[in-house]
């Protein structure tokens, strides 16, 4: 089913590639991996509600980590690309590309580590 995009943000050239076409941006270099505070990441493409500050965590990766998602925010697809088998994350609303998710590594008791691309998400303060 084709999504509807006239409502979707303008994206830069660096977001459209991550977003649209599966990149990845370097470790250590995007705005969230290590960002600290009380509110909810939201996709930088439809603004949808994706994951909240509660469950991020700073799994020493270089890109933003969260140990959930907001529940049905999120597909898991297989990514067979670059020789590995991996499970992509997407947007369940736009399609859009958020990284891949990776369990069993032990690292916060759900176990679960979402690993996604600060380009492709957007910090929401939470009203004081």
Not at 92 to 99: K, R, V, Y
Request: some cysteine.
């Amino acid at each position: 089913m084709e999504k509807d995009s006239s409502n979707w943000n303008k994206l830069t050239k660096e977001e459209e590639y991550v977003i649209a076409q599966k990149g990845t941006e370097r470790a250590f270099t995007g705005e969230y991996w290590d960002h600290k505070g009380d509110g909810m990441f939201i996709c930088r493409r439809c603004n949808a509600p994706l994951y909240r500050s509660t469950d991020k965590f700073d799994s020493g990766c270089g890109w933003p980590s969260f140990d959930d998602e907001i529940p049905g925010a999120v597909i898991r697809e297989t990514d067979n690309s670059l020789g590995m088998r991996r499970t992509e994350i997407i947007c369940a609303n736009c399609g859009g590309h958020l990284g891949h998710v990776f369990e069993g590594e032990r690292m916060t008791p759900k176990n679960t580590r979402h690993c996604v691309n600060s380009l492709s998400i957007r910090f929401v303060k939470a009203a004081d």
